[in-house]
């Protein structure tokens, strides 16, 4: 099976920096990826780590170590609208695993002015 | 592009009806999947597809049917609600290689009730 674990809160003001953290037991692993959910939303892809290290898109990055299955989502200069949940979601190997995403219980991030 | 559209957005059933969420694609995406959305849950696979014709379980099957006779469509169908389906639902989809398989795009949800 697998399992991931993120904090079900975080909050911080506009203006700051935030990281959201994840940490993952699966049979196997073919990436981490981050999605977005604004309260009665759809979410939305953020972003997709196959490898180790640091992946930068604007204001938001996220990080990958595979050797330690944890994962982060960096989200700079917040802004009000960064309000929502954030999911991560990782692809097990092995067979029809590869095919399904399974997503953790998400963070909720509350931004305050 | 309408991306993924899915019907309806808000249904109420009654224990032991039967109903079919609808779900379509105009992406030409292979991979189409169901997942549900509860409170505290996170979002669970319910079913997928990997193309025409082939479909598969996820996480959390039990209760639900789905078919998949064309790339565009993927409905999912109840065939005796419970009120433990009570739920939100979405379809999503991706395509098959890389980069766009790491990608999954969603509809914006069906929210069920059943009493």
């Known amino acids: 099976g697998q399992s991931l674990e993120q904090p079900s809160e975080v909050t911080a003001v506009e203006g700051a920096i935030v990281q959201i953290n994840c940490t993952y037991q699966t049979s196997g692993f073919y990436g981490l990826s981050w999605y977005q959910q604004h309260d009665g939303g759809a979410p939305t892809f953020l972003s997709y780590?196959?490898?180790?290290g640091l992946e930068e898109t604007g204001r938001f990055s996220s990080f990958l170590s595979r050797s330690d299955s944890y994962g982060y989502l960096l989200l700079q200069e917040l802004q009000m609208k960064d309000s929502a949940s954030y999911f991560c979601?990782?692809?097990?190997?092995?067979?029809?695993?590869?095919?399904?995403?399974?997503f953790g219980t998400g963070t909720r991030l509350l931004v305050s002015p | 592009n309408a991306g993924v559209t899915q019907t309806p957005k808000f249904q109420v059933l009654k224990t032991g009806q039967s109903m079919t969420l609808q779900c379509a694609q105009d992406?030409?995406?292979?991979?189409m999947s169901w997942y549900r959305q509860d409170p505290g849950m996170g979002l669970r696979l319910i079913h997928y597809?990997?193309?025409?014709?082939?479909?598969d379980q996820g996480e959390v099957p039990n209760g639900y049917n789905v078919s998949r006779s064309t790339t565009e469509d993927f409905p999912l169908r109840l065939l005796s609600a419970a009120p433990s389906q009570t739920s939100v639902y979405f379809c999503?989809?991706?395509?098959?290689?890389?980069?766009?398989?790491?990608?999954?795009?969603f509809g914006a949800g069906s929210r069920l009730t059943v009493l």
């Open positions: 597809s990997v193309g025409a014709g082939i479909t």
């Open positions: 780590n196959a490898l180790d």
């Open positions: 999503a989809s991706r395509a098959g290689v890389p980069p766009g398989a790491n990608v999954l795009t």
């Open positions: 979601a990782v692809r097990p190997g092995g067979g029809a695993g590869f095919q399904k995403l399974v």
């Open positions: 992406m030409n995406h292979e991979y």
